[in-house]
């Protein structure tokens, strides 16, 4: 049965308890973040929205700075003014894009990389003993609702961009 066809099935007290969990834990996971990466961002010498944006860079390969503004909601001069910092500071360079020279690719440079990913060490070897505990289908249906949720936050942080 899909997740929607067990739904309708929910009793309506458990369901209304199960989606303030939810939206509880959602809060929390969201702050922990938001702090994780505040620091995080602090500890190299970056602000929030760099530390994004630079994690933005590595997820898309090497994006433009439309397509970097397209993903963030935010305005191309934006976007490049970040950039600009993120250069100076030795964590991306520009280069032509390999497909179409007449572009310019945003890069991540390997000595930014490893200042960042040395930080994550922690984090990341805790948050593999946590999914150690679950089965591959808890950790796909976890990982779809995730999925989803994010694409309706990021389609509301555009529009708010707007």
Do not use: W
Not at 40 to 49: D, E, H, N, W
Not at 101 to 126: H, N, Q, S, W, Y
Not at 139 to 149: C, D
């Amino acid at each position: 049965m899909r997740p929607m066809d067990r739904a309708k099935h929910d009793d309506p007290a458990d369901r209304a308890e199960a989606l303030q969990a939810v939206a509880d834990s959602g809060r929390r996971l969201s702050t922990a973040m938001i702090l994780f990466h505040t620091n995080l961002s602090k500890r190299v010498g970056l602000g929030p929205t760099e530390e994004k944006v630079l994690d933005l860079v590595h997820r898309h390969g090497h994006p433009s700075v439309r397509d970097l503004a397209e993903q963030t909601g935010m305005a191309k001069n934006s976007i490049s003014d970040v950039l600009d910092r993120l250069e100076r500071k030795g964590f991306v360079v520009r280069q032509p894009d390999p497909s179409d020279g007449r572009k310019v690719a945003v890069v991540a440079t390997e000595e930014g990389t490893a200042r960042i990913r040395d930080l994550f060490v922690g984090m990341m070897t805790r948050l593999d003993q946590l999914n150690a505990e679950y089965s591959a289908a808890d950790l796909a249906l976890i990982a779809g609702y995730q999925r989803r949720a994010a694409a309706i936050q990021e389609a509301e942080g555009r529009r708010l961009g707007d």
